[in-house]
Every structure is written in structure tokens, then in C-alpha cells.
């Protein structure tokens, strides 16, 4: 059973994510595309969970299975797609764990989702705050259940999903997205 922890924003995540993301670009090879920073703690002062979540794209995700003992190196273990389809699932840290890599390849859905969803947050720093302060009450009321902590969460992260996506619809000249940042 895993302790939930959220803290207060972190200067030290970003300069982490860039750290891993170079090395896992490596790892990737000619099949990167793009690294980028995301979940809460990619949002400046944003409440998180201190675990770095990492969205890498890809040129063909069958090719990433080939690429597991390389990543894993690197201290991760891998899970397949974890329930989503199209996703490679790995994570760092076993029961402490630091960091969730999600691996999608060019062009599929969830990437667009997450990247609004951080972006959204970034600029919209009321609902984040909403979000954080969601976060630290649902730790406090379920300190040893994840479980209960994540469904709490669930219907606030549909609704900003929602809002997310019609911003990021809204939004000019996205393509640097996609690029190696």
C-alpha cells in the first residue's frame, strides 16, 4: 500500500525532467520524436504528487518494444500498454516511486489530451489552483489509499479535460508542440 503524498511546487522538477529526458532520449534513439514535461508537476505552483510524469512520441511504438532492456537500464520497469491501447507504460522507483513514462507514437490521441491539459492548467492558474487544493484535501482524507484518492480526483479532471480540449481547439499555431521540447 503507497503513502499518497502531495507537496507544494518544486523549482527542482523541471530542471529533473530535462535531466531524464536527455537521457532518455538516448535510450529512444532514432525512433524520438519529442519529451515532454508533463502532469502537475509541469504546471509552476501547482500542489503534486512528487513523481516527474514524462510523454515521449515516438516514430512507431511497436519499435519501442525492441528498446525495453535499454529504458530499463536506466531504472525503469515496464508494463506494456497498462490499459491504454497504443501506449508503452514504464515507471521508475518500485514502491517509492519518481517517475511515470508514457510513450505514445506520432499522431495518437492521448498526447494531444495531456499536453492541453498542462497547457490549460499554465494558463488558467485559478483551475489549477482548484486542482492543487483538491489534490492536498483528497491526501489528507485518503493518506494510505490510492484508489480513494484517485477517484476523488476523477470528476474535476474530466470537467478540466473538457475545458482543456475546447481552449487548446481554440489555440493558434500548436506545432511546436510536437517538437523536441
Do not use: C
Not at 3 to 28: I, S
Not at 42 to 49: D, E, F, T, Y
Amino acid at each position: 500500500m503507497r503513502n499518497v503524498q502531495v507537496v507544494e511546487d518544486d523549482f527542482k522538477w523541471e530542471g529533473r525532467f530535462q535531466k531524464e529526458r536527455d537521457r532518455l532520449q538516448d535510450a529512444f534513439g532514432s525512433e524520438w520524436i519529442a519529451g515532454h514535461h508533463i502532469g502537475s508537476t509541469a504546471v509552476p505552483r501547482l500542489a503534486a504528487k512528487p513523481i516527474l510524469d514524462i510523454l515521449i512520441v515516438v516514430r512507431d511504438i511497436e519499435r519501442v518494444d525492441a528498446l525495453v532492456e535499454k529504458i530499463e537500464a536506466l531504472g525503469y520497469q515496464s508494463w506494456g500498454e497498462y490499459g491504454i491501447p497504443g501506449r508503452r507504460y514504464f515507471n521508475k522507483g518500485g514502491d517509492r516511486r519518481t517517475h511515470h513514462l508514457h510513450v505514445f507514437a506520432q499522431g495518437h490521441p492521448d498526447i494531444k489530451r495531456h499536453l492541453a491539459f498542462r497547457d490549460f492548467l499554465i494558463h488558467h492558474p485559478t483551475e489549477a489552483e482548484q486542482y492543487g487544493e483538491l489534490k492536498k484535501e483528497l491526501a489528507k482524507r485518503f493518506p494510505t489509499d490510492i484508489g480513494a484518492y484517485m477517484d476523488g480526483k476523477d470528476g474535476l479532471i474530466k470537467e478540466l479535460e473538457k475545458k482543456a480540449l475546447e481552449w487548446w481547439g481554440l489555440m493558434d499555431n500548436k506545432s511546436h508542440y510536437f517538437s523536441n521540447r
